[in-house]
């Protein structure tokens, strides 16, 4: 399945049933013109494959991941930097929080994880894309 990800995409792993993680997709989706992300829920088989895959602890998994065609794994606010880093101007400034010690910013990440449900809900199921952009996602 891993291998079904095309060589110029990047796949972003969510939190299929989190509020702020699909509000993060739908900001992605919206500002990324050049089409370079693809989607895939966490909960779904290709998110389940790539865990396996780098054995992943989904007890201490609260993170969005970015899967790379040259088989990386970036997670918690690397992640977010490195999706944001390419949305092009104005959202790609925000890579200079890169200069943020990793620690300190995986700190506030894991905070806003933590509490996300409690301060954005939680849906019952995963999002379902509109036909629109379908193909961006994979199950």
Same mark, same amino acid.
């Given at each position: 399945?891993?291998?079904?990800?095309?060589?110029? #995409?990047?796949?972003?792993?969510?939190?299929?049933?989190?509020?702020?993680?699909?509000?993060?997709?739908?900001?992605?989706?919206?500002?990324?013109?050049?089409?370079?992300?693809?989607?895939?829920?966490?909960?779904? #088989?290709?998110?389940?494959?790539?865990?396996?895959?780098?054995?992943?602890?989904?007890?201490?998994?609260?993170?969005?991941?970015?899967?790379?065609?040259?088989?990386?794994?970036?997670?918690?606010?690397?992640?977010? !930097?490195?999706?944001?880093?390419? !949305?092009?101007?104005?959202?790609?400034? !925000?890579?200079?929080?890169?200069?943020?010690?990793?620690?300190? +910013?995986?700190?506030?990440?894991?905070?806003?994880?933590?509490?996300?449900?409690?301060?954005?809900?939680?849906?019952?199921?995963?999002?379902?894309?509109?036909?629109?952009? #379908? +193909?961006?996602?994979?199950?």
């Amino acid at each position: 399945m891993i291998s079904q990800i095309p060589n110029h #995409k990047q796949l972003i792993l969510f939190d299929g049933i989190c509020n702020l993680c699909n509000g993060a997709v739908q900001f992605v989706i919206k500002y990324d013109k050049r089409n370079r992300f693809i989607f895939a829920p966490l909960q779904g #088989k290709t998110g389940q494959q790539i865990i396996e895959h780098f054995n992943i602890d989904t007890k201490a998994l609260d993170s969005i991941l970015l899967y790379t065609p040259d088989n990386r794994l970036s997670y918690k606010s690397s992640a977010v !930097l490195k999706i944001a880093s390419r !949305l092009g101007f104005p959202r790609n400034l !925000l890579a200079i929080f890169f200069i943020v010690p990793p620690v300190i +910013r995986n700190s506030i990440y894991d905070y806003i994880a933590i509490n996300r449900y409690n301060w954005f809900g939680k849906k019952e199921d995963c999002m379902i894309p509109t036909p629109e952009f #379908k +193909r961006r996602f994979l199950d």
